[in-house]
């Protein structure tokens, strides 16, 4: 153990607030320092905590989760939302299910064809807060093309048919309670027939170094109901692993096949994780992942 | 913050014995709660610890940074190491600068081909208290091909003529004393002049996100010295970011047009992290490394 350590808590060389978000299984942790409490709402659905760090600038946190970090939080929305979207030849109506803060929206609204994005976010709590606090990823919810909804996603998405060209799962965490409905095979069916024919759909599943049953109860979920599903990844510095996973799926669309990759190429200057190689290149999983899949079937 | 926060000290959820390693900046920290300390060594070089995690299994750390554990060391020695040798035709002879634990020595005698592997470490003690404490990588070092060397790399290399086929440099961090060496382009020259023809290089290059200078100096020096250089990256769990960067170099060697595809598919059976999908994926850079390589041109 480095110097410093008291044998009862993780040494630090700087004393101060700090924060930390414990990983999966309890045993170990990321810390930050603390510069400035910004808010703390205590809700009926989650506990929203935003504050100042030196390292990942503004953070904003769910019952103690990272959700949103400044410093990396497009490495996670640029994956999430430009995958898909460069591989439908031309998305007009996107829908968000969750993604409060604005960050999944603010990709969408780069992509010039769209012409309706709706975010369906089930906590108000968290649009306000993100409204009021983290305007690098609310801004885009004052764009005219936006409309943000507070209401619970999965039924939303049930009274939808042929709607929308794009659907974009960006959840919190499913061991918590409003996040786990949104990896069912009925609310992915539910997708399924809200989107129009050549729909596209992405969802967020987690990490798979720690835990990696609920990436392979989405991937198996997704396969089942849907024609095309395959699963890439990238990193995002303050979640755990730092390796993160996501879904492609869709009836019609293979998500390498169909990049328009001239598109994704010119969008790219403006980007800071997301490109045209990055998008052929995410699809190859580093073999664990893929173990992790076969030891689950 | 979380409940549990003093305001002091990261908060944890359990009691007990922790190691943090702080990241550059000092401002963030990996935690990780410590079941059992194994050994301590105090050399003129460095310190060693060796301690067990439920989190990470067996950890190895100098002067308190993680340089292997258990459950992901795997992840970094194979890319480290799978890359440059399924690159090359045919290696025999290769050469590992650094990686006293046994990793990458571990990774190269893999290969059927390689008749002698030379591990060159700087501090005796690494190499012992692998022997002693670290089976999982160090005990490629009992390999009647393998020969381990006490010694600094960069006279050892200064002193061979077109002698390898291959070059691993498994260094510390370069910003502890005897690591730097590792990164200089008298170095570099050096380890040019000891490949044979048609040699070929990879070098770990640190992390992009907290700090892009090892990185963008060590990728312009070996630029200067090879006709071939390609940065790649992968995930590795608990170094700095998760995602960590390596160097290809080479004269003749295109990393990923001269891929010995199957020969890469048929050992990947056994690996982890490495297939030949991720071989041609890790020259895709996020954005971000891009930037931060043209930046420092």
Known sequence: MTSGSDNSRPPTRRSGAWFSETRPGGDDALCARVERHVCTVEGPLQRIDIFDTPSFGRVFTLDGLVMVTERDEW????????????????????????????????????????????????????????????????????????????????????????????IIIDSTDPFKGAGGLLFTEEFYAGCRAALRDGGVLSAETEDVFYDAEWWTKAS?????????????????????????????????????????????????QALRYYDDEIHAACFALPRFMKQALSASR
Chains 1, 2 share one sequence.
């Open 75 to 166: 490495m996670y929305h640029e994956m999430l939302v430009h995958v898909p979207l460069f591989s439908h030849p031309d998305p007009r109506r996107v829908l968000i299910i969750g993604g409060g803060d604005g960050g999944s929206l603010r990709e969408v609204l780069r992509h010039p064809g769209v012409e309706e994005a709706v975010l369906v976010e089930i906590d108000g709590n968290v649009v306000e807060a993100a409204r009021a606090h983290l305007p690098f990823t609310a801004k885009a919810m004052d764009d005219p093309r936006a409309t943000v909804l507070v209401e619970e996603g999965a039924a939303y998405v049930k009274a939808r048919r042929a709607r929308f060209d794009a």
């Open 220 to 268: 198996a979920r997704l396969a089942n109901v849907f024609r095309v599903s395959r699963a890439y990844w990238g990193s995002v510095t303050t979640y755990p692993s730092g390796a993160w996973t996501y879904a492609f799926a869709s009836d019609t669309v293979d998500p390498v096949r169909d990049l328009r990759r001239e598109d994704a190429r010119r969008m790219a």
